[in-house]
């Protein structure tokens, strides 16, 4: 485990506590984070050196909980190490860094998993259920908000720090990048970068999704709603007792028999339902994940490729940002 600081402690304790991993090494270049982390887990040996982590022989997977400008070259080392990566969000912070590494983890047949977490969270898991058996009928809009008063960061703008955990689940919902991108911020704190921000995906075919995110909320909301022809969901893991509810509400809309340029517009006022969820730590299930993908050799859903198309899709929204909030198309290849 390489990065000790705010995060990393939460990944190394369901690492110590799973059946499914052993935690072997602590890494961390500050001597008074790896002390302090280090006297929880006397089984596991500590280093300053993330080099000597890397390449030792009893060490099969690293994490990586290092800030985002440290994560290419970590990522990089421990592949040409042949070791598995599970890496922290947001991913790097270019496209080209993205795609090099999706390519070396290729390559050398290794497991390279982001710790997109909300994947993992049985809300989320029953939520793509519902899309996926579409119950929830043609996906209309998604509209989500992660806002409250953030750890602000000193590298990288609150999109690429928080709508990286929405993008995640978007995409892995809606399963393909959007047509185009707008994103429209404003940086408060004195230096150039956004801590308020939304933006906008267009899917070209009629699905239009929205994330808003804020380090400045005095209030911390966490709603992620998705509008289907069917029925619509929300998703609030801020809400312990019913995380997922699944709306029979919405409007149904048929041709006037009378005439034929009129529609009937009726409103659908059903059930709620809030499904029975286990009780599982997204932490714990996403580290169990990546054990379970390397022990098969297979992809975790939140693999290399899906880092890498998040990380198109942030790109393109700070180059939107930079042109005052113009749509910034994707092109069929993912490039932006
Ligand atoms: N998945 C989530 O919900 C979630 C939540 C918070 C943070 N994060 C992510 O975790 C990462 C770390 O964030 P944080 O808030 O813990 O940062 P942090 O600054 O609190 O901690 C980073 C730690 O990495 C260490 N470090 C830096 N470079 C190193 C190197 N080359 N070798 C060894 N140690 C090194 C630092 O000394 C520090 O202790 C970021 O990518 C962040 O976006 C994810």
Request: hydrophobic share 45%.
């Given at each position: 485990m390489v990065g000790l600081g705010y995060w990393g402690p939460n990944l190394v304790r369901n690492i110590a506590g799973s059946p499914a991993t052993e935690l072997?090494?602590?890494?961390?270049?500050?001597?008074?984070?790896?002390?302090?982390?280090?006297?929880?887990?006397?089984?596991?040996r500590t280093t300053t050196d993330s080099a000597a982590v890397l390449a030792a022989d009893d060490v099969d997977a690293v994490c990586i909980a290092t800030p985002v400008s440290t994560h290419h070259d970590l990522v990089r080392a421990a592949l040409e190490s042949g070791k598995h990566v599970l890496v922290e969000k947001p991913f790097v912070t270019s496209v080209e860094e993205a795609e090099q590494l999706?390519?070396?983890?290729?390559d050398r047949g290794l497991v390279l998993m982001l710790d997109h977490v909300f994947l993992y969270s049985p809300a989320v898991r029953r939520l793509a259920t519902a899309v996926q058996d579409?119950?929830?009928?043609?996906?209309?809009?998604?509209?989500?908000?992660?806002?409250?008063?953030?750890?602000?960061q000193h590298d990288v703008?609150?999109?690429?720090?928080?709508?990286?955990?929405?993008?995640?689940?978007?995409?892995?919902?809606?399963?393909?990048?959007?047509?185009?991108?707008?994103a429209f911020g404003e940086a408060h704190q004195g230096h150039d970068l956004v801590d308020v921000a939304y933006l906008h995906l267009d899917y070209g075919d009629g699905l239009i999704a929205s994330v808003h995110v804020n380090w400045l909320s005095p209030v911390k909301i966490r709603h992620f709603l998705v509008g289907g022809s069917r029925r619509s969901a929300l998703y609030d893991e801020l809400d312990p007792s019913e995380r997922l509810k699944i709306y029979d509400r919405g409007v149904d809309s048929t041709p006037d028999p009378e005439s034929r340029r009129r529609i009937l517009v009726s409103y659908r006022s059903g059930d709620v339902v809030a499904p029975a969820l286990e009780?599982?730590?997204p932490l714990r299930a996403m580290v169990e994940?990546?054990?379970?993908?390397?022990?098969?050799?297979?992809a975790p859903l939140s693999d290399g490729e899906q880092g890498l198309r998040v990380v198109r899709i942030l790109a393109a929204a700070d180059r939107s940002l930079a042109a005052g909030g113009a749509a910034v198309t994707?092109?069929?290849?993912?490039g932006a």
């Amino acid at each position: 485990m390489v990065g000790l600081g705010y995060w990393g402690p939460n990944l190394v304790r369901n690492i110590a506590g799973s059946p499914a991993t052993e935690l072997v090494a602590l890494c961390d270049q500050d001597e008074g984070r790896l002390a302090s982390v280090g006297a929880s887990y006397p089984s596991a040996r500590t280093t300053t050196d993330s080099a000597a982590v890397l390449a030792a022989d009893d060490v099969d997977a690293v994490c990586i909980a290092t800030p985002v400008s440290t994560h290419h070259d970590l990522v990089r080392a421990a592949l040409e190490s042949g070791k598995h990566v599970l890496v922290e969000k947001p991913f790097v912070t270019s496209v080209e860094e993205a795609e090099q590494l999706v390519a070396l983890a290729r390559d050398r047949g290794l497991v390279l998993m982001l710790d997109h977490v909300f994947l993992y969270s049985p809300a989320v898991r029953r939520l793509a259920t519902a899309v996926q058996d579409g119950e929830l009928g043609d996906l209309q809009y998604i509209d989500s908000v992660r806002i409250n008063l953030g750890l602000v960061q000193h590298d990288v703008n609150v999109l690429w720090d928080l709508a990286a955990h929405d993008l995640s689940i978007i995409d892995h919902l809606v399963g393909r990048l959007p047509r185009s991108v707008s994103a429209f911020g404003e940086a408060h704190q004195g230096h150039d970068l956004v801590d308020v921000a939304y933006l906008h995906l267009d899917y070209g075919d009629g699905l239009i999704a929205s994330v808003h995110v804020n380090w400045l909320s005095p209030v911390k909301i966490r709603h992620f709603l998705v509008g289907g022809s069917r029925r619509s969901a929300l998703y609030d893991e801020l809400d312990p007792s019913e995380r997922l509810k699944i709306y029979d509400r919405g409007v149904d809309s048929t041709p006037d028999p009378e005439s034929r340029r009129r529609i009937l517009v009726s409103y659908r006022s059903g059930d709620v339902v809030a499904p029975a969820l286990e009780p599982v730590e997204p932490l714990r299930a996403m580290v169990e994940h990546f054990a379970d993908s390397v022990a098969r050799g297979a992809a975790p859903l939140s693999d290399g490729e899906q880092g890498l198309r998040v990380v198109r899709i942030l790109a393109a929204a700070d180059r939107s940002l930079a042109a005052g909030g113009a749509a910034v198309t994707l092109d069929a290849g993912g490039g932006a």
